[in-house]
């Protein structure tokens, strides 16, 4: 069936050091790979998304990485600020027939010290 | 433009009732998702409709049903309510233009309290 692991379930840093959040999916069709940011008693917020034609992107401090062949996808934050602290989320989707599905990942609790 | 709404933001209930949650979409979206959050189980995913019709489905009872309007407002509802349905109801929405895969925008939730 469908499944997202993502690991770890908790990340600690120090304020200006990198983190990664990495996540693994079951389901070979998927091709959209987003990731969303929730703090404390606040919506989702879409940060970064990767298709499955794309290797890498950037935006900023943040970076995707898609490996297809190992299903595997990760979430760079490089210089991390206290305001990271938050929720993180790792999503995948078949796009096309499937297109309002995402499957998520159990979530990643990201605390930035300053 | 105003983003996702969804009303009401907290409703609690006793077993057995049955609940209706509303959301609207971004104006100019076609397509709405539906979300189950709960800290066991995270996000999941209820159903999505499209054109006033559901186009995919999770694995949830039939107890938990939606609908879309012609102006692409959603509502769901869950009869019978249990326990374990307390949980964060969110709903998200797309443009639904391309037929390819498009950013999910959420709304801010409707939390549900089953006593």
């Known amino acids: 069936g469908e499944n997202v692991e993502q690991h770890p379930s908790t990340l600690s840093v120090q304020e200006g050091d990198s983190a990664v959040i990495k996540c693994t999916y079951s389901d070979s069709a998927s091709n959209y790979f987003p990731w969303y940011k929730q703090e404390l008693g606040k919506r989702p917020q879409l940060i970064i998304d990767?298709?499955?034609?794309?290797g890498e992107k950037k935006d900023q401090r943040i970076a995707v990485t898609l490996n297809k062949t190992a299903k595997h996808f990760s979430l760079h934050i490089t210089e991390t600020q206290p305001e990271d602290s938050a929720v993180y989320f790792c999503a995948a989707s078949r796009g096309s027939s499937n297109t309002g599905k995402l499957i998520f990942g159990q979530g990643t609790t990201l605390q930035v010290k300053p | 433009k105003a983003g996702v709404t969804q009303t009401p933001r907290y409703l609690i209930k006793t077993r057995g009732q049955q609940v209706t949650l509303s959301c609207s979409p971004i104006s100019g979206h076609r397509s709405v998702s539906w979300y189950q959050q709960t800290p066991g189980q995270g996000l999941q995913f209820l159903f999505e409709?499209?054109?006033?019709?559901?186009?995919n489905k999770g694995n949830f009872p039939g107890r938990f049903s939606g609908r879309q309007f012609s102006n692409s407002r959603s509502e769901m509802n869950v009869s019978t309510l249990e326990l374990g349905d307390s949980a964060l109801y969110l709903c998200a929405s797309s443009l639904a233009a391309s037929g390819g895969q498009e950013t999910q925008y959420f709304g801010p939730g409707t939390r549900l309290l089953v006593l």
């Open positions: 409709y499209f054109s006033e019709t559901q186009r």
């Open positions: 990767i298709r499955s034609n794309v």
